[in-house]
């Protein structure tokens, strides 16, 4: 099993940044894929962006790109999610998760999650 513990949520202005944080641990750890979710109240959990592991590929919902980005850091079994540019419709408790297979755009696919950690954005 999978556990995860994330880190970086807080209150931002409109325009300022946040790193997020994601550490997977286990006895093995043999996620697929790990993503970032994020849910607002009233709202569908939507797909923020992931990246499978081994090879390093990434994908992105189309309203995030080009100002957030995930990487992993393989030492930690770590995720981050650099977010930059942020506004206030990014506001919503963000949520990690690891994906034993693909696909990896939908939340169903994740097994594990974390325990989330909102993200405000005051305009």
């Known amino acids: 099993q999978v556990q995860l513990v994330e880190s970086g949520g807080g209150l931002v202005q409109a325009g300022g940044s946040l790193r997020l944080s994601c550490a997977a641990s286990?006895?093995?750890?043999?996620?697929?894929?790990m993503g970032w979710f994020r849910q607002a109240p009233g709202k569908e959990r939507e797909f923020v962006a992931a990246?499978?592991?081994?090879?390093?590929?990434?994908s992105y919902a189309d309203s995030v790109k080009g100002r957030f980005t995930i990487s992993r850091d393989n030492a930690k079994n770590t995720v981050h999610l650099q977010m930059n540019s942020l506004k206030p419709e990014d506001t919503a408790v963000y949520y990690c998760?690891?994906?034993?297979?693909?696909?990896?755009?939908?939340?169903?696919?994740?097994?594990?999650w974390g325990q989330g950690t909102q993200v405000t954005v005051s305009a």
């Open positions: 998760a690891a994906a034993m297979g693909p696909p990896i755009l939908y939340s169903a696919t994740y097994d594990y």
């Open positions: 286990g006895r093995t750890f043999s996620a697929y894929a």
């Open positions: 990246i499978i592991w081994s090879a390093d590929i990434t």
